[in-house]
């Protein structure tokens, strides 16, 4: 800033605060133009002004170097702009320790908001979400990156085994199976009923040996689609469906918690959806409790964040045995820009954003979330064992399901057949014109090939069987 003293008519004395000096420029009216100028060129050199910097420990965005300084993006770019524009940032967190801060019920701000309302500090380097905080008394800075605010709740437990081999084709494809078996059945034993008795030497061929023209065209191709299926459901974890939409929330009525009072605005609306989640939406005071701890080992409740964070959170302090406990809901209810906060009435506005706009067009405040990611990206997860586990009865319990599914239908089947043939007899059908008996009740199929074979060689007299 500057002050200005108009001492002699049409004649504006200027003095630099910022400079160690006493040294006073004066600029006629005429030239009233050039004031805004020089007040914009002498921002951009404070000459180590102390700049009073509030700024909290943020994991991963702010992390206390115990010098004073921060390390992360918001570290490296408060540092950055403390050389560009030459100021000394005295930093210091919140006064209150309410970190963000929100507007209390009597009308007064904490945390961070409330310093830069009240005058203790001159920008905030806690990035925020441009929203409105209930107040006209800040203003934002050009926005350095964008995310989203996303609910998390307790990852979904792994499928059992026994629902493997259901899982292994799509209901729709289970459906045209059971269509294509009864159709063929149906079919087949109306082709017997209109072609009884009428069989030639090919045909008989035909239907002695139609299993080996049926085997590699469906039963070959359905059992190796099954094995594979099989192979990938034992080779990686598979879990039961997470839940991916705020209607899933809203229906499982889980409480949303969070440490920050200003996010509860995130569910207002007049949809019932929203109406049910902000209703949920609980602030939790206690400085002690782990939030996403509770959500991961209680599964009884959800928690409201940005999305970078919880991912970086969720790999680094929430994976036990190579697996995820935490799941990240799909449908996120709301997407911010992300800036810093400074008083309404602060000089140093234009200046800074000059400096944020370097940063943000040459990609630097992106590159460093990529490339210093000390984390492994939660798609890397479930595709590689660490360790090996030994073969126990949990992983081949399928093959003995479907084993005993099978006998089990086998026996269904044999108990009804001995029902219906206790119920209506022997209801065989005996040709008049055929010459020869046997011990017992001969096949269909039987007397086919035993009157083929006959006709052939020619013999009038009923064959001796040995």
């Known amino acids: 800033m500057s002050l200005f003293c108009v001492c002699r008519p049409k004649v504006v004395n200027v003095y630099n605060p910022f400079k160690n000096s006493t040294e006073v420029t004066s600029i006629h009216m005429r030239n009233i133009g050039r004031i805004k100028k020089m007040m914009v060129h002498r921002m951009n050199d404070l000459n180590g002004y102390p700049l009073r910097v509030s700024i909290f420990p943020a994991r991963m965005k702010a992390t206390p170097l115990g010098n004073g300084s921060y390390s992360g993006p918001d570290g490296f770019i408060l540092s950055t702009l403390a050389r560009r524009m030459n100021f000394k940032p005295v930093t210091s967190e919140p006064k209150d320790g309410k970190k963000y801060g929100y507007k209390t019920p009597n009308g007064s701000f904490t945390g961070t908001l409330g310093d830069l309302i009240n005058d203790r500090a001159d920008i905030s380097f806690n990035s925020v979400f441009i929203k409105d905080y209930e107040t006209t008394q800040v203003r934002f800075t050009r926005p350095i990156d964008f995310d989203k605010l996303c609910l998390v709740v307790a990852k979904s437990g792994l499928r059992p085994h026994w629902k493997g ?18 159709f063929s059945i149906t079919f087949w034993c109306l082709l017997r009923k209109v072609n009884y008795g009428r069989y030639s030497l090919a045909l008989t061929t035909l239907d002695l040996y139609r299993i080996f023209i049926m085997l590699p065209i469906d039963s070959l191709s359905t059992a190796t689609i099954f094995q594979a299926s099989m192979v990938k459901f034992l080779s990686y974890p598979s879990y039961e469906p997470d839940i991916d939409t705020l209607e899933e929330v809203a229906d499982k009525n889980l409480p949303i918690l969070t440490a920050s009072q200003n996010l509860r605005e995130t569910f207002e609306s007049d949809e019932p959806v929203m109406k049910t989640l902000y209703d949920n939406f609980q602030v939790v005071h206690d400085k002690n409790v782990e939030i996403l701890s509770k959500v991961a080992y209680e599964g009884k409740a959800a928690a409201l964040g940005r999305m970078n964070d919880l991912e970086e959170k969720i790999a680094t302090s929430y994976v036990k045995n190579n697996l995820v406990l935490l799941h990240i809901v799909a449908d996120c209810p709301k997407a911010y820009h992300i800036a810093y906060m400074l008083p309404y009435d602060s000089p140093f506005l234009e200046s800074i954003n000059k400096v944020i706009s370097i940063f943000v067009e040459s990609g630097i405040i992106h590159s460093w979330y990529i490339h210093s990611t000390p984390f492994r990206p939660l798609s890397d997860y479930h595709q590689t064992q660490e360790t090996y586990k030994p073969l126990t009865m949990s992983n081949v319990v399928i093959a003995f399901i479907v084993l005993g599914f099978g006998a089990g239908l086998s026996f269904l089947a044999f108990g009804a057949e001995l029902l219906t043939r206790a119920l209506l007899g022997n209801v065989a059908r005996v040709q008049p014109q055929l010459q020869y008996s046997f011990d017992g009740h001969l096949a269909r199929r039987s007397r086919v090939v035993y009157e083929t074979t006959r006709n052939r060689i020619g ?5 001796k069987l040995a």
Do not use: C, G
Request: overall charge negative.
């Open 165 to 182: 081999m259901f899982l292994a084709f799509s209901v729709e494809m289970w459906l045209a199976m059971l269509f294509t078996y009864s």
């Open 459 to 463: 013999s009038d007299k009923p064959l």
